[in-house]
């Protein structure tokens, strides 16, 4: 049941693994056992067994379809039918018993839409303990197939020439300086042609050994200071007309740049809503397209590397010799550094700020594992989607370390970049 939806819910970016390890973790919570949870989901008419508990993708479709039971819709989040089993899905699963209604599943049409028998009530009762004439039972609504926006498997480009999806210089010149240093914004091919800023913290010693930190924002860190835009397709983690967090993520790393390492902070801003029409990304308005080199906005982390090192010629009238190189990401920012190390690129370190969601992590150290020199820190809230399962298969792995963080997760720049 559900079959095509489930396998929607696997091209997201969030994993099957990770879905069905926030259910297992959820269940532990709440001290739900899995025999109580087979019980619960047989009131329902769904079977759940032993084996469909341990595979990520038979509990993800079992979640999927007691969803389905109690009436959540068909979309990718906690109130709909995104397989994870949580508070929303429970309090529903709980009320639906609760009442005594029953739904038994008995087919699927081709479109992968569950069809379902409708609720049977409990029977009133008249004084003599006979039962009161059935009422004619409502037939259910159909549910809708399931839409595909035209051309939603071509990622949606946004001019790189243009100010659709950036904050107008003048508010990114405004925090700068008020840190003490050389910086400039500059638009740069390497990041599609959009603006880059760069900056050198005062006391910076060019003799000393360099790193430079390529740090991508998360989720609409491109827009500091001024409101959001109007979006096409975007849900309730876009707030249309509002100030976001970008000047306080801004803030944050330039103000950790300053603090230990002579090191020089590189900050891109992403394209904004710029993926696959009708995903996550793009609902949520965040660039899931950001340093792939393949994209039409030639995105290049290794031209965005050789861009900066000549930009730094000219901000420190000498050369740079051979600077360390740091990839770090915080929330969506975790997809940029995938994506640039998925080009080939090889730096010294990664780091995920609390940025692992779904495979980005894993499939990030699967592309530089065997380089013999890049060190990958994983930094996480425990407990939350970014500590999933994909993060724990590589934990232990040579040169990952891994870290419980104490922070809260707009915390995370300014405490481990």
Do not use: C
Request: net charge neutral; no cysteine.
């Amino acid at each position: 049941m559900g079959e095509n939806f489930v396998e929607q819910l696997e091209e997201s970016d969030k994993s099957l693994e990770t879905r069905a390890e926030y259910t297992r973790r959820f269940l532990g919570q709440k001290k739900i056992s899995d025999e109580d949870f087979v019980a619960k989901s047989k009131d329902i008419g769904v079977t759940v067994s032993e084996e469909d508990m341990k595979d990520d993708k038979k509990l993800v479709t079992k979640v999927y379809e007691i969803q389905k039971a109690v009436g959540l819709q068909e979309t990718d989040s906690k109130e709909g039918t995104d397989g994870m089993f949580g508070p929303y899905t429970l309090g529903k699963l709980e009320e639906f018993i609760k009442s005594g209604a029953k739904r038994k599943v008995v087919a699927e049409d081709v479109s992968g839409t569950a069809k379902a028998e409708p609720p049977v009530a409990d029977e009133p009762k008249v004084e003599n303990g006979s039962s009161a004439p059935k009422a004619e039972p409502v037939a259910p609504k159909p549910a809708a197939p399931i839409q595909q926006n035209e051309g939603s498997n071509v990622p949606a480009r946004i001019d790189p020439n243009s100010n659709q999806s950036e904050t107008p210089q003048a508010n990114i010149d405004k925090i700068i300086k008020t840190f003490p240093g050389k910086s400039e914004v500059v638009r740069l091919a390497g990041n599609g042609g959009r603006q880059v800023v760069i900056y050198i913290p005062q006391g910076f010693d060019p003799s000393q050994p360099t790193e430079i930190d390529y740090h991508f924002h998360g989720m609409h860190g491109n827009w500091i200071d001024v409101p959001f835009p109007k979006l096409d397709g975007t849900g309730k983690y876009y707030h249309y007309g509002k100030i976001g967090l970008g000047a306080n993520r801004i803030t944050q790393a330039l103000s950790a740049s300053q603090k230990h390492r002579n090191m020089i902070l590189v900050y891109p801003l992403s394209a904004g809503q710029r993926s696959t029409v009708g995903s996550t990304a793009w609902k949520n308005g965040y660039d899931s397209e950001w340093m792939k080199k393949d994209n039409s906005t030639n995105d290049d982390i290794a031209l965005l590397h050789r861009e900066t090192l000549s930009q730094l010629s000219t901000m420190l009238g000498q050369e740079i010799n051979s600077p360390s190189v740091t990839l770090s990401g915080h929330s969506a920012g975790g997809i940029a550094v995938r994506n640039a190390v998925a080009s080939g690129f090889s730096p010294d370190k990664v780091k995920f700020l609390d940025a692992s969601y779904g495979n980005w992590a894993s499939s990030a150290y699967k592309k530089v594992k065997n380089n013999g020199k890049t060190k990958f820190e994983v930094y996480v809230k425990k407990g939350t989607q970014t500590d999933s399962a994909d993060v724990h298969s590589i934990k232990d792995q040579a040169g990952v370390q891994y870290f419980a963080s104490a922070v809260s997760h707009g915390e995370h720049i300014s405490a481990y970049l």
